[in-house]
């Protein structure tokens, strides 16, 4: 068969005990809100206060720009879905989901490297940062995340779009991914999972050890210099040392561990698709004394303002 006959796709889901359910729903429900306001209030920031607009907090914001996709793609479905009995999606929108988690992934890998680069030439060529690293870079690494992102989820499409899906249509999960949406096709597909493998595994394991390596270069270039420095140093990579870790962490594990489903998988997928959205904001701003006071202004000035259309409106009256 040459054309697809399954219109939808039914998740399994994550469990089928109603306390576990309903403590799925309040902590999800907790973690998105709270990832899809600190992501926004991180944006908004960058973008209102003008002490704040220099590469490194360009780049910050537009990692905060890409959780809130991260955050919306899959986690407010898999929140409606808790106590639906039927849990579906139609076939244009897995692929749909599909198609922007694989652009939002590969976005945030190379924001990633290019916030490592930003920290390299800051620490160790601190007297040429705003030379290497001007707005036009910045405009570069932000154009080339998405024209990356977009390739990488398109070629991965290429692979499955026009496989016949005919059979079954039942996803041991609360969300489409490749792995899993290619075996339900009604062909063989080994050599294709294991082109998509190698493309993302290739992609997210590549990334994570150039990331690595930079940071370890980062250390060693400051020890020669001075001691103080070193600690300086650690202190600044400690925070993208983490967000580095829990966003590969899962991604990697997905796409180059072998294919045997487990419990592992689902509860990674949870923590990749809330949790981690909602620690980025909070590692970035409790860590930054300068992004705490910025946010601390434009709180000033909203109430500022809040304060004048008050006394506007009362004189109006």
């Not at 068969?1 to 306390?19: A, D």
């Not at 988690?101 to 030439?121: P, T």
């Not at 060693?220 to 040392?241: D, N, R």
């Given at each position: 068969m040459n054309q697809s006959v399954?219109?939808?796709?039914?998740?399994l889901g994550l469990t089928n005990s109603w306390n576990i359910q309903l403590f799925l729903f309040v902590f999800s429900s907790i973690f998105y809100v709270a990832s899809m306001m600190g992501n926004s209030l991180i944006v908004f920031t960058v973008v209102s206060d003008s002490h704040l607009h220099s590469p490194m907090y360009f780049l910050l914001a537009n990692l905060s720009f890409i959780d809130l996709g991260i955050s919306s793609v899959t986690s407010p479905k898999m929140i409606c879905d808790l106590f639906r009995k039927h849990k579906v999606i139609s076939f244009r929108g897995c692929v749909?989901?599909?198609?922007?988690?694989?652009?939002?992934?590969g976005v945030?890998?190379?924001l990633l490297i290019a916030m490592a680069f930003d920290r390299y030439v800051a620490i160790c060529k601190p007297l040429h940062y705003l030379t290497i690293m001007s707005p036009r870079v910045?405009?570069?690494?932000?154009v080339a995340s998405w024209v990356v992102g977009f390739m990488h989820s398109l070629v991965q499409l290429a692979f499955v779009v026009n496989l016949p899906f005919c059979g079954p249509n039942v996803l041991d999960s609360f969300y489409c991914d490749f792995p899993r949406f290619i075996k339900l096709a009604c062909t063989d597909t080994y050599k294709l999972e294991l082109l998509v493998s190698i493309n993302s595994g290739f992609m997210s394991v590549g990334s994570f050890f150039i990331l690595i390596i930079s940071y370890i270069v980062i250390i060693f270039t400051v020890q020669k210099h001075s001691s103080s420095g070193s600690s300086k140093a650690l202190s600044t990579l400690s925070?993208?040392?983490?967000?580095?870790?829990?966003?590969?962490?899962?991604?990697?594990?997905?796409?180059?561990w072998?294919?045997?489903y487990t419990h592992l998988d689902k509860f990674l997928a949870?923590?990749?698709a809330i949790v981690t959205p909602f620690l980025n904001p909070v590692i970035y701003t409790l860590r930054n004394q300068e992004m705490k006071i910025a946010m601390m202004r434009v709180f000033s000035k909203l109430m500022g303002c809040r304060q004048i259309f008050k006394h506007l409106n009362f004189e109006q009256t």
């Amino acid at each position: 068969m040459n054309q697809s006959v399954v219109s939808e796709f039914v998740f399994l889901g994550l469990t089928n005990s109603w306390n576990i359910q309903l403590f799925l729903f309040v902590f999800s429900s907790i973690f998105y809100v709270a990832s899809m306001m600190g992501n926004s209030l991180i944006v908004f920031t960058v973008v209102s206060d003008s002490h704040l607009h220099s590469p490194m907090y360009f780049l910050l914001a537009n990692l905060s720009f890409i959780d809130l996709g991260i955050s919306s793609v899959t986690s407010p479905k898999m929140i409606c879905d808790l106590f639906r009995k039927h849990k579906v999606i139609s076939f244009r929108g897995c692929v749909t989901q599909i198609f922007f988690i694989h652009v939002i992934g590969g976005v945030e890998m190379v924001l990633l490297i290019a916030m490592a680069f930003d920290r390299y030439v800051a620490i160790c060529k601190p007297l040429h940062y705003l030379t290497i690293m001007s707005p036009r870079v910045c405009i570069l690494f932000s154009v080339a995340s998405w024209v990356v992102g977009f390739m990488h989820s398109l070629v991965q499409l290429a692979f499955v779009v026009n496989l016949p899906f005919c059979g079954p249509n039942v996803l041991d999960s609360f969300y489409c991914d490749f792995p899993r949406f290619i075996k339900l096709a009604c062909t063989d597909t080994y050599k294709l999972e294991l082109l998509v493998s190698i493309n993302s595994g290739f992609m997210s394991v590549g990334s994570f050890f150039i990331l690595i390596i930079s940071y370890i270069v980062i250390i060693f270039t400051v020890q020669k210099h001075s001691s103080s420095g070193s600690s300086k140093a650690l202190s600044t990579l400690s925070a993208h040392v983490t967000v580095v870790v829990l966003f590969f962490g899962p991604v990697m594990f997905f796409y180059t561990w072998p294919s045997s489903y487990t419990h592992l998988d689902k509860f990674l997928a949870i923590f990749d698709a809330i949790v981690t959205p909602f620690l980025n904001p909070v590692i970035y701003t409790l860590r930054n004394q300068e992004m705490k006071i910025a946010m601390m202004r434009v709180f000033s000035k909203l109430m500022g303002c809040r304060q004048i259309f008050k006394h506007l409106n009362f004189e109006q009256t």
